[in-house]
């Protein structure tokens, strides 16, 4: 289906509801830095997040779990910097939401205050809601993040994926409506099966962001390294890479390298 895309200067979460109304699927990518961020931005991306995956990708951690408030707030700032028109989603880390609400808001305030942020992400459902309530009642848009949520990757025990027993997809749909009935704007849904994926998207009038979660949500999310094909380890079946960076930027490491060595660069041109 043909949707007519509506220019919009600025995204804001109200935008995002508009595009699921008029059944405009929503693009979503990560960025952590300021040159990577002005890219994606430039490219007409609807919505940025600062996913803690900066963790695994900037940091070469194995989870998400160590990155910490401070370093959200850097790579954050880094980003609002670069951006004339996306909405930037900055998620909460591990420890900065999950002991208390007070907390919760505290961390969500300085994501906000210290980062320039639109919004911030948190992972959970109904261990998390009154902590969701606070945030919200502060008037900062809160984004849920439901199905596999790798901060809880230690009680999962692997990356598979999530909600394929009745019980669990109960679990999901339930917590899918307390989110929205708390105030969420939008939700993304991790590797969950497709077909429950679309009845949550249906059964909702806030938008389903997906990644692994089929395409009959409202948007989809990838990680911008993985989908670049920066990184080369990670290949799960929902991944689509539309460039191979990993050979192109190693061919021109080689190069230059054989280059500064041959010396042919720099060259007379390329002098002062
Ligand atoms: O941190 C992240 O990049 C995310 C996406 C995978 C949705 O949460």
Same mark, same amino acid.
């Given at each position: 289906?043909?949707?007519?895309?509506?220019?919009?200067?600025?995204?804001?979460?109200?935008?995002?509801? +508009?595009? /699921?109304? $008029?059944? +405009? !699927?929503?693009?979503?990518?990560?960025?952590?830095?300021? %040159?990577?961020? /002005?890219?994606?931005?430039?490219?007409?991306?609807?919505?940025?997040?600062?996913?803690?995956?900066?963790?695994?990708?900037?940091?070469?951690?194995? %989870? %998400?779990?160590?990155?910490?408030?401070?370093?959200?707030?850097?790579?954050?700032?880094?980003?609002?910097?670069?951006?004339?028109?996306?909405?930037?989603?900055?998620?909460?880390? =591990?420890?900065?939401?999950?002991?208390?609400?007070?907390?919760?808001?505290?961390?969500?305030?300085?994501?906000?205050?210290?980062?320039?942020?639109?919004?911030?992400?948190?992972? @959970?459902?109904?261990?998390?809601?009154?902590?969701?309530?606070?945030?919200?009642?502060? @008037?900062?848009?809160?984004?849920?993040?439901? @199905?596999?949520?790798? *901060?809880?990757?230690?009680?999962?025990?692997?990356? %598979?994926? $999530?909600?394929?027993? +009745?019980?669990?997809?109960? !679990?999901?749909?339930?917590?899918?409506?307390?989110?929205?009935?708390?105030?969420? =704007?939008?939700?993304?849904?991790? !590797?969950?099966?497709?077909?429950?994926? *679309?009845?949550?998207?249906?059964?909702?009038?806030?938008?389903?962001?997906?990644?692994?979660?089929?395409?009959?949500?409202?948007? *989809?999310?990838?990680? &911008?390294?993985?989908?670049?094909?920066?990184?080369? +380890?990670?290949?799960?079946? #929902?991944?689509?890479?539309?460039?191979?960076?990993?050979?192109?930027? &190693?061919?021109?490491?080689?190069?230059?390298?054989?280059?500064? !060595?041959?010396?042919? #660069?720099?060259?007379?041109?390329?002098?002062?």
């Amino acid at each position: 289906m043909s949707v007519a895309k509506k220019e919009y200067k600025r995204i804001t979460v109200k935008s995002l509801t +508009e595009m /699921k109304n $008029r059944g +405009e !699927k929503i693009s979503m990518l990560t960025a952590y830095d300021y %040159t990577m961020a /002005k890219i994606v931005d430039g490219a007409g991306i609807d919505v940025i997040l600062v996913g803690d995956s900066a963790s695994n990708v900037m940091a070469g951690h194995e %989870t %998400t779990l160590p990155i910490t408030l401070d370093q959200m707030i850097y790579h954050a700032s880094s980003v609002i910097r670069a951006i004339d028109r996306a909405l930037v989603v900055v998620d909460l880390p =591990f420890g900065s939401y999950q002991s208390d609400p007070k907390e919760a808001l505290r961390s969500a305030i300085r994501i906000m205050k210290e980062s320039g942020g639109h919004a911030i992400k948190v992972e @959970g459902g109904k261990e998390i809601k009154e902590s969701v309530k606070r945030i919200l009642h502060a @008037g900062i848009p809160v984004m849920g993040h439901l @199905g596999l949520t790798p *901060q809880s990757i230690y009680k999962f025990g692997t990356y %598979t994926v $999530r909600a394929k027993e +009745e019980a669990e997809a109960a !679990k999901l749909k339930e917590d899918a409506l307390m989110l929205e009935k708390a105030g969420c =704007f939008a939700i993304v849904l991790e !590797k969950v099966p497709a077909k429950l994926a *679309q009845e949550v998207a249906e059964s909702l009038t806030i938008p389903i962001i997906g990644i692994g979660a089929g395409g009959g949500v409202d948007g *989809q999310v990838l990680v &911008t390294h993985d989908m670049l094909g920066m990184t080369h +380890e990670f290949n799960p079946r #929902f991944l689509r890479r539309y460039l191979d960076m990993y050979t192109s930027m &190693t061919d021109a490491f080689k190069q230059y390298a054989t280059d500064v !060595k041959s010396q042919d #660069f720099p060259n007379e041109s390329e002098q002062y």
